[in-house]
């Protein structure tokens, strides 16, 4: 009588479990594919589950065996996870919650269905971050990596594969959460960069970039210039050191750019620009000069180009254009006196050149006048 009790009563159970797999899909059946792909400590879950009897110590050695990752996670579910049934899954997501947590309350949540900042930004991430050791530290605190992870990737060459590390392992595992986490850090401790990604401020190349070749080679004042920077927090004490140690002026400008330029964005070209020019200003106003000297040889020589080949303009212009151009013989510049034409050019205001040049380009019969002088 006692044994037909007990087997009615692992019937009912068995039938209970049956029945609760049936009516909803397990967690970690639900998402499998992201649980292969994304569980980054395996052996602290395998040691738990070790513990807790869901594998035997056979299946835990056959599991450890197998390369990569995902494949160890794949052979877990085909035998142990399989065998086991819902009490096992429930202890493997409980260990989950305590070793990958961050994992499970991103599955869980599903915060965004927009993609994230940091993946957004990835490729610009990867290239211009320079302070990745400072930034693995308080990710390393906020358990987004672990100290595995942390020496894993500060083994890594150069600063761009330790980024591409920390994505491809802890950014991949610990999903929405740790990528917040990672981007408040970043806030704190790569500003400029932030600001730069997020606000795009002009799509025209910079002052510091349209120059950057005339800079790396005329500015003079290096260690000034990076004083400044360093008040600013354009520059770390780490990147300070790192420039002055070059051999070389020229060696210095460019370590600049290449480290805390890049990673700063327009901001921090903005404080450099500046900086510059309060210590360098004959450089920056030279410069500046240069790009109108430049855009002014580019307008006479369109000038001449349409004087080439609509060489008629007419005999007589009203006397208020004379006044406008500062001519005093308007006959002459009207019969295409080059040198004259010339002269105007330089005496107008730079800005109005073109507009009031226009009846020359594009009426050489008659011309059409501003509203103003008509």
């Known amino acids: 009588m006692t044994l037909q009790l007990w087997e009615t009563e692992t019937a009912v159970l068995l039938n209970a479990e049956l029945n609760r797999d049936s009516i909803e899909e397990h967690f970690v059946d639900r998402h499998r594919s992201s649980l292969i792909q994304r569980i980054s400590l395996m052996e602290p879950v395998l040691d738990q ?31 142990a996870l399989r065998s086991s049934g819902t009490r096992g899954k429930d202890i493997f ?13 991103d599955l869980r949540g599903q915060v965004s269905p927009e993609e994230h900042f940091v993946d957004r930004h990835r490729s610009s991430l990867v290239q211009r971050i320079s302070l990745v050791a400072a930034i693995l530290d308080q990710l390393l605190d906020h358990k987004v990596v672990s100290q ?54 002009s799509p025209e190349e910079h002052f510091v970039d349209r120059h950057r070749s005339s800079l790396i080679q005329r500015i003079s004042l290096v260690a000034a210039l990076l004083d400044q920077l360093l008040d600013h927090k354009v520059v770390s004490q780490e990147q300070y050191d790192t420039i002055l140690a070059k051999a070389t002026r020229q060696n210095q400008v460019r370590e600049l750019y290449s480290g805390a330029l890049r990673s700063s964005g327009t901001r921090g070209k903005d404080i450099s620009l500046s900086v510059l020019e309060e210590t360098d200003h004959l450089l920056i106003e030279d410069l500046r000069g240069q790009r109108r000297r430049n855009e002014f040889e580019t307008l006479s020589y369109r000038v001449q180009r349409e004087l080439e080949r609509q060489p008629f ?13 500062h001519l005093s013989d308007v006959g002459l510049a009207c019969q295409a006196n080059l040198d004259l034409v010339h002269a105007a050019i330089n005496a107008m205001p730079f800005r109005c050149r073109g507009q009031q040049l226009r009846f020359f380009f594009f009426y050489p019969r008659k011309p059409v006048l501003p509203a103003h002088l008509r």
């Open 49 to 79: 589950l070790l513990d807790h009897e869901v594998v035997r110590q056979e299946q835990y050695d056959t599991i450890l065996t197998k390369e990569p990752r995902q494949n160890q996670v794949r052979e877990l579910y085909r035998g």
């Open 93 to 105: 997501l409980s260990v989950l919650e305590k070793t990958d947590h961050l994992l499970i309350e």
């Open 148 to 201: 595995e992870q942390y020496d894993t990737i500060l083994a890594k060459a150069t600063r761009q594969d330790q980024v591409r590390e920390l994505y491809s392992g802890p950014l991949r595992s610990s999903g929405t959460r740790g990528k917040d986490i990672f981007l408040c850090v970043l806030e704190e401790l790569e500003p400029f960069l932030i600001e730069d990604l997020r606000g795009k401020l």
């Open 313 to 325: 303009i007419p005999p007589t212009l009203p006397m208020e254009l004379s006044q406008t151009l």
